[in-house]
T-cell receptor, first 115, second 111 residues
Framework: DTEVTQTPKHLVMGMTNKKSLKCEQHMGHRAMYWYKQKAKKPPELMFVYSYEKLSINESVPSRFSPECPNSSLLNLHLHALQPEDSALYLC??????????????FGPGTRLTVL | KNEVEQSPQNLTAQEGEFITINCSYSVGISALHWLQQHPGGGIVSLFMLSSGKKKHGRLIATINIQEKHSSLHITASHPRDSAVYTCAVRKPHQGAQKLVFGQGTRLTINP
């Protein structure tokens, strides 16, 4: 298994809903990432988990709550989002967090629309 | 000024043309990535370079560390190559956790 999977592919939610995005990889990677990508812009880093511990939080609002329950799984819990949070949410993983010389693998993304 | 600059921002060409996309960066790096993203799609990593040149099919990526410059070439371009191509760099040491992205080059290949 050499891919990063994300579910759901699409999500539409209201501002009062609570939902979760899921990311999974079975490549034994020990670094996992959440990015947010708005249309026609490069991805913006949100969170990095290294060895299942949160190592980077790029000052993301608390309505986004990441969770890494084990080395294969990364969740992003969403609550009380705003319409401007609508975007493509990308997950990625790497074998090692702190080494420069390994590839980053991206998932297909979840397209989120907040009404 | 962005740490990673790409040119051109948009590129339209005819099928079969040779394509070059350029990336310049202003920081010390340990690796450079070329990424491809089709409209509405996720990101695919095409190359990771720390020196020299790599080739995969019709795609060639080069890097000149002294000049802080990399190029992505596509030979015999095809409409399915239409996508956004983004250069991203990884800094050494603690910075290695993050990729610094360029703004992307939107490539359209017309049949």
């Amino acid at each position: 298994d050499t891919e990063v999977t994300q579910t759901p592919k699409h999500l539409v939610m209201g501002m009062t809903n609570k939902k979760s995005l899921k990311c999974e990889q079975h490549m034994g990677h020990r670094a996992m990432y959440w990015y947010k990508q708005k249309a026609k812009k490069p991805p913006e880093l949100m969170f990095v988990y290294s060895y299942e511990k949160l190592s980077i939080n790029e000052s993301v609002p608390s309505r986004f709550s990441p969770e890494c329950p084990n080395s294969s799984l990364l969740n992003l819990h969403l609550h009380a989002l705003q319409p401007e949070d609508s975007a493509l949410y990308l997950c990625a993983s790497r074998p090692l967090a702190f080494s420069s010389y390994n590839e980053q693998f991206f998932g297909p993304g979840t397209r989120l629309t907040v009404l | 000024k962005n740490e990673v600059e790409q040119s051109p921002q948009n590129l339209t060409a005819q099928e079969g043309e040779f394509i070059t996309i350029n990336c310049s960066y202003s920081v010390g790096i340990s690796a450079l990535h070329w990424l491809q993203q089709h409209p509405g799609g996720g990101i695919v990593s095409l190359f990771m370079l720390s020196s020299g040149k790599k080739k995969h099919g019709r795609l060639i990526a080069t890097i000149n560390i002294q000049e802080k410059h990399s190029s992505l070439h596509i030979t015999a371009s095809h409409p399915r190559d239409s996508a956004v191509y983004t250069c991203a760099v990884r800094k050494p040491h603690q910075g290695a956790q993050k990729l610094v992205f360029g703004q992307g080059t939107r490539l359209t290949i017309n049949p």
